[in-house]
C-alpha cells in the first residue's frame, strides 16, 4: 500500500508561483513514475507533468511546459511540482499519483497510475 499526501497548494495573484509537494509512504518510492495531475471545475482530470523513477525523464502537458518543472527526491520519498508564472487556468485541485507497477515509461494517462493524495487545491487570482 502507497500513501501520497500533497501539500503547498494555496490562494497566489497571476504571475505568482507555488511549489507542491507530495510525500509518500513505502520503502520503495525509488522505483515509482510519479505525475500530477490536476481538475479544474467541469473538466476532466488532466496530465500535468511525469517523472521517471530515476529522475532522468520528465514530461510536461504542452500548457505548463515552459512554467512548471517536476523533480523527486528518492532519498526524501518526496517529488515536488515548481509552478512559475501561474495563471487564472492553471486553477485547479492538483493530484499526486504514483504507478507502482515497475513499468518503465512516464504515463500521461489517468489509469496508467495505481496510487492518488487527496489533492490540493491551487487557485489563482487574475
Known amino acids: 500500500q502507497v500513501q501520497l499526501v500533497e501539500s503547498g497548494g494555496g490562494l497566489v495573484q497571476a504571475g505568482g508561483s507555488l511549489r507542491l509537494s507530495c510525500a509518500a509512504s513505502?520503502?520503495?518510492?525509488?522505483?515509482?513514475?510519479m505525475g500530477w495531475f490536476r481538475r479544474a471545475p467541469g473538466k476532466e482530470r488532466e496530465f500535468v507533468a511525469g517523472?521517471?523513477?530515476?529522475?532522468?525523464?520528465?514530461y510536461y502537458a504542452d500548457s505548463v511546459k515552459g512554467r512548471f518543472t517536476i523533480s523527486r527526491d528518492n532519498a526524501k520519498n518526496t517529488v515536488y511540482l515548481q509552478m512559475n508564472s501561474l495563471k487564472p487556468e492553471d486553477t485547479a485541485v492538483y493530484y499526486c499519483?504514483?504507478?507502482?507497477?515497475?513499468?518503465?515509461?512516464?504515463?500521461?494517462?489517468?489509469?496508467?497510475?495505481?496510487?492518488w493524495g487527496q489533492g490540493t487545491q491551487v487557485t489563482v487570482s487574475s
Open positions: 499519483a504514483a504507478d507502482s507497477t515497475g513499468r518503465r515509461r512516464v504515463g500521461v494517462r489517468p489509469f496508467e497510475y495505481d496510487y
Open positions: 513505502g520503502r520503495t518510492f525509488s522505483s515509482y513514475v
Open positions: 517523472i521517471s523513477w530515476s529522475g532522468g525523464s520528465t
